[in-house]
Every structure is written in structure tokens, then in C-alpha cells.
């Protein structure tokens, strides 16, 4: 596996240990399970700085967590799932050494109403992660 997909692969494990049920780029269920719902998105590596000697590609990556609950107590449900994710990147900001740091930029929330059903709270949290490359490809 490529770097990138090492790192997004990690920070998907790390997301799968939180109570939520968590996907990797799948489509919006059509149902929300009761502890809430993640879907990890690869994000845009953006354009990378580059370093001469030895040659490394310096990426700041941002990828998205869509985190979705649904129920009655919804605000206090999403709250509770983005302190969550907060507690399991703070853990380890580096996951494991494959990057230099990983960070996550502020949730805002939208609540989106669902026909026969209870509406759903809804943000996508950019997750920032550098690390660098010795290849833009890999």
C-alpha cells in the first residue's frame, strides 16, 4: 500500500474503534444506527511543498469524516460522537508514526429533516493530515 492509503487506512481503524458505526466512501445509509454514523472520505491531498535532497513531497491532506445521529436527543447524541473523534485523534496524533500530525478543524452542524422519520444532525469535519512522500503517486 501507498502512504496515503496506510494513513487513510489507519485513521479508518481508528474511527471503527469508536461506538459509531463507521464506513470508508459508502453512501449515506437508509438508516442511521442508534450510536450514529461515520463515513470517511478520501479528501483532496492538495498540492504538495517539495524539498530537494533527498527529494519529499509534503502533503496537507483533508480528509472528511461525515458524522451523522438521528433520534430524539440528536444535539446532545452529535455531541458526544465529535468530542469522540476528538478524543481518538488527540490519542495519537501521528497515528502510529505514519504521520506527522493529524488534526481535525471545528464540525458545522446542519439538521436535515427526513420524511416519516426523525430528522438527522449532520457535519463533515475536515481532518488535516501531514506527512510526506518520496513519490507524488505513491
Known amino acids: 500500500m501507498t502512504p496515503r492509503e496506510t494513513i487513510l487506512a489507519a485513521l479508518n481503524a481508528r474511527l471503527s474503534a469508536l461506538p459509531a458505526t463507521a464506513l470508508r466512501s459508502e453512501v449515506l445509509p437508509e438508516r442511521v444506527p442508534a450510536d450514529g454514523l461515520l463515513i470517511l472520505r478520501d479528501g483532496e491531498p492538495g ?6 535532497s533527498p527529494l519529499r513531497y509534503h502533503y496537507q491532506h483533508r480528509a472528511e469524516i461525515e458524522a451523522v445521529v438521528q433520534g430524539a436527543d440528536r444535539d446532545a447524541a452529535f455531541d458526544t460522537l465529535t468530542a469522540s473523534i476528538g478524543t481518538a485523534l488527540a490519542a495519537d496524533r501521528t497515528l502510529s508514526g505514519l504521520c506527522d500530525w493529524v488534526e481535525a478543524e471545528a464540525p458545522r452542524p446542519v439538521d436535515l429533516a427526513v420524511e416519516g422519520a426523525a430528522s438527522l444532525k449532520a457535519a463533515t469535519i475536515a481532518v488535516v493530515l501531514h506527512y510526506a512522500t518520496d513519490d507524488p503517486l505513491s
Open 47 to 52: 498540492e504538495p511543498e517539495v524539498t530537494f
